[in-house]
């Protein structure tokens, strides 16, 4: 992923209206191109067979933003926030983006960040209050950053606010792009974790453990605020051992000023009807999530684990965080 390079691209004709667009556009000039008129709406990919999802993710889709709204959040922030991507080239088995976008869940890039971070910075500076903006809800902004600059820019740019902070959870750890900007203070940086087994089998496409929290380290050792993101706890077989062993991990790894001040977020998993059906045609070898024993419907097509399984794991992951990191918050356990 450090040198992407799509098989094609896919864009709307008015990002040459903008400057990261035409920087794009020359950035990829060897790579053959397609001019679309929407990009939610893109017919060819939309007739590919589910079989056909590991090669739509080679693609590139590049357009302009045009929902802006901010939807209150009462987790880690006070928004989420559209910003500058969708989607990802990584192909995580339950990625949430494909309930919402099914196998067209590809990396779209929106080349209208001024806009955007405008938004951002005007609400934050009307703002009575210290409000937090999460800006990678849709995608991995650390790994968008490769292919756009736009992270870099972001923070630097977001040092403007008079006041407000900026977040986002992340896979990777290509951080050193970042790790000398301006703005840093007002920028919270999440690492999203799993066990060594269940990221080479189920996060495919993203970094590895030991290379996340070597990342989180530098972070923190560069001056941002970071947490840790326990998600999504999936229940494998051994399912106990292998998330002490991470915990554990974290704990034999994390440095010292690290383990000072970073607070945990833990998700259970979703799952869904059209993650089996993608996953079960593109990735045949793959690991079953669906689990008929622990898991039961909720609302239309999705999975989630039944009541009891949730409340033994959620006893169970709190257990260990306690143990472990005692004196660090658990921010919310959903």
Known sequence: MRNFIPDAIYYEENITQYELGKYLLEKYKSVPKFIIENHNNIEEMRKKENKEFPKMKRNLIIGIRKTHKFVPNNKISNYLVPY???GCTAMCLYCYLVCNYNKCAY?????NREEMLNKILKTANESK????????SNSDLILENLITGNLKWTIENFS???KGYITFPTKFDMVEDILDVKGKERVIIRMSVNPKEIISKVEMGTSQLEERVKAINKLKEAGYKVGILIAPVIFVENWEKLYEELIIYLKENLS????????FEVILMTYSYVHRKINEEAFPSAINLYDTDLMTGRGKGKYTYKQEQRKVGEEYIRKLLNKYFPENEIKYFS
Request: glycine content about 4%.
């Open 84 to 86: 500058t991507s969708s």
């Open 160 to 162: 403007k606010a008079e």
């Open 107 to 111: 990396l779209r890039l929106f080349v």
């Open 129 to 136: 209050e210290e409000l937090v903006f999460e800006i990678g």
């Open 256 to 263: 010292d000023e690290v383990k000072k001040e970073v607070f």
